[in-house]
């Protein structure tokens, strides 16, 4: 087994890590990559891009890879390895990864690496240990089922809101989100070009894409996305991003944009409904309580300080 660095740009390479992604989602039975990290795989734009580390067996197939991607000031690094409840990733494999993500990114600005454990990765948590990594922060995906008693409820709840207008609507969309997430590492800073990277994704709607306004111009947005049935992963709506410009915070907009977003995926033929949400934003998980989200399970992000 060796570990080598491959070229983002090569069209081949890439191809073949997508093909090995989805091979090893169906073996795990859910997906593989956060949406962040696929669609900068996808891309060969990516700038910078992606340190993608492959491990190799000697006739050169993918044993597993890691991929580090920057956001703001961290590199956030993610592993793909085939495994099951029966048979656990190769923990030496892994290890000669991250070791390798490590000492390529350090000296090059960040000043953090940050290794996201999903629920279902919990035959990494010693290995994350033993490296240094701590915990920094808790990610909980909550979920929510709707009928048609929900809704009167929605309704009641919801104010106006039009579809995102793409070559239009771009400035005023990513000055309200990066004031409301400006002390998110993640969301806080996205500029054009991640924004356009997911409007020409193949799962963006317009339709879903719902924007609110006021007198003063653009006031709350609930940005919603479906997620198809496949063959590991159930059909689900889900809230991908939902912000309230910060000059009118306290007006209950936070809650009536995600009930317009709500109602759109029940309308839609949806009515399973996910969202994230950092485990210490209480506000947030109150909104979203009452809005009768529950607790479906919580992701672990762990941080190692180069």
């Known amino acids: ?56 067996d000697d006739h050169d197939g ?7 991607s920057v956001a703001n000031d961290t590199r956030v690094v993610e592993l793909v390895i085939p495994g099951t409840h029966h048979s656990p990733p190769n923990r030496d494999l892994a290890e000669r990864l991250l070791r390798a993500v490590v000492d390529r990114v350090t000296g090059r600005g960040a000043s953090e690496l940050t290794w996201w ?16 990594f701590v915990e920094r922060r808790s990610l909980l995906q909550l979920r929510v089922s709707l009928g048609d008693h929900n809704r009167e409820q929605l309704a ?34 996205w500029d054009l070009e991640t924004l356009r990277r997911r409007l020409n994704s193949d799962w963006f709607d317009a339709e879903g ?11 709350a947005f609930c940005w919603t996305k479906v997620h198809r049935a496949t063959g590991h992963d159930e059909a689900l709506g889900e809230i991908y991003v939902i912000a309230v410009d910060p000059t009118r915070a306290g007006r209950g907009l936070g809650a009536a944009v995600t009930a ?6 029940l309308d839609s033929g949806f009515p399973e409904v996910m969202l994230f949400v950092d485990e210490a934003n209480s506000a947030a998980r109150a909104m979203y309580r009452r809005l009768g989200f529950i607790e479906h399970h919580r992701d672990r ?6």
């Open 1 to 56: 087994m060796r570990i080598v660095e491959v070229e983002h740009r090569e069209l081949r390479e890439r191809h073949r890590l997508l093909a090995f992604c989805d091979g090893v989602a169906e073996m795990h039975g859910h997906g593989i990559l956060s949406d962040h990290l696929r669609l900068e795989l996808e891309d060969d734009s990516t700038d910078p891009p992606p340190i993608l580390l492959v491990g190799l």
């Open 62 to 68: 993918i044993l597993g890879f890691a991929q580090a």
């Open 117 to 132: 454990l999903r629920s279902h990765d919990h035959w990494y948590e010693s290995l994350a240990e033993s490296l240094g």
């Open 156 to 189: 009641s709840l919801r104010v106006p809101t039009r579809a995102f207008k793409v070559d239009a609507d771009e400035a005023d969309w990513l000055r309200v989100n990066n004031a409301a997430f400006a002390d998110h590492g993640e969301q806080g800073s």
């Open 209 to 219: 894409f719902l924007l609110h306004h006021d007198d003063d111009g653009l006031a």
């Open 260 to 265: 317009a977003g709500l109602a759109h995926l």
């Open 301 to 306: 992000a762990m941080g190692l300080s180069l």
